[in-house]
């Protein structure tokens, strides 16, 4: 049988180097995207058969060439996740409107041209597309102003991906990760916001790439055939809790 291929934008590190992975692993071919040139082509060499698409998803013609550059090797597009995010955290007064546009030019605008640009190959495969926004898209947070926002609008994107493009086939789904365990994270976390977040999710831990990499190829694969249009915190439970479970938790 013809292998599938999965486009994953955002693709040099993190959850998108996880998601790559794990579909080559489930025989799938792969397309990873990042403008990132060094860190893509390091990533690239872990991932058996993968593509590098050395590509900035916010420039149309970029895209454009991209999109092309997949389909003329692999010959078609079966699943696109839209990962490749930029995150930029500060207070509303301090975010100027460059720091704004820098944001969504990459979750918002990019996420729009690579969708709008791959859309005709998936409905030549009657493909999927999965979508990454944040817990910070679901919920209000601190410093994170022109973030949450950008992942807000992605939930509604995809929803609008469900409603418009269900009739040829297609599917689109949301993943919302919660804090996960990767190195930027760690780095910057300090103790204290370590214990704050553990206290605050029910499953009392930062989740990992792995897991977040589960949900996404689950939902872009047939295995998931009759879902779409549906938005999922892979979280921990931390979305459910609202703000109230760690005063219960010293109270109990």
């Known amino acids: 049988m013809e292998k599938k291929l999965a486009l994953i934008t955002g693709a040099a590190r993190g959850i998108g180097l996880s998601t790559s992975a794990l579909f080559a692993e489930q025989g799938w071919d792969v397309a990873m995207v990042d403008r990132d040139v060094e860190a893509l082509r390091g990533a690239v060499s872990n991932v058996i058969g993968a593509l590098a698409c050395e590509h900035d998803i916010s420039i149309p013609d970029q895209v454009d060439e991209m999109v092309a550059m997949v389909t003329d090797r692999f010959g078609r597009i079966d699943a696109v996740i839209n990962n490749a995010g930029v995150a930029d955290f500060g207070p509303i007064e301090e975010t100027t409107f ?46 994170r102003f022109a973030y949450g ?29 919660g804090p996960v365990r990767t190195k930027l994270a760690m780095a910057v976390h300090s103790p204290e916001i370590i214990a704050a977040y553990h206290d605050a999710i029910p499953l009392n831990r930062y989740g990992t790439e792995r897991e977040i990499a589960e949900m996404i190829c689950f939902l872009g694969s047939d295995r998931a055939s009759y879902v779409t249009g549906q938005v999922i915190a892979a979280d921990g439970g ?12 010293d109270n109990r």
Do not use: H
Request: net charge positive; glycine share 8%.
């Open 98 to 143: 460059a720091r704004w546009r820098e944001v969504f030019a990459t979750n918002v605008d990019g996420m729009f041209l690579v969708s709008q640009a791959t859309t005709p190959a998936l409905r030549q495969t009657r493909g999927s597309f999965v979508n990454i926004a944040s817990i910070s898209g679901l919920r209000a947070s601190t410093l």
């Open 238 to 249: 931390f979305e459910s809790t609202g703000v109230g479970l760690p005063a219960l938790r």
């Open 149 to 177: 926002t950008s992942k807000a609008a992605v939930i509604q994107l995809t929803r609008q991906q469900a409603a418009e493009l269900g009739e040829y086939g297609i599917r689109a789904n949301c993943v919302c990760p």
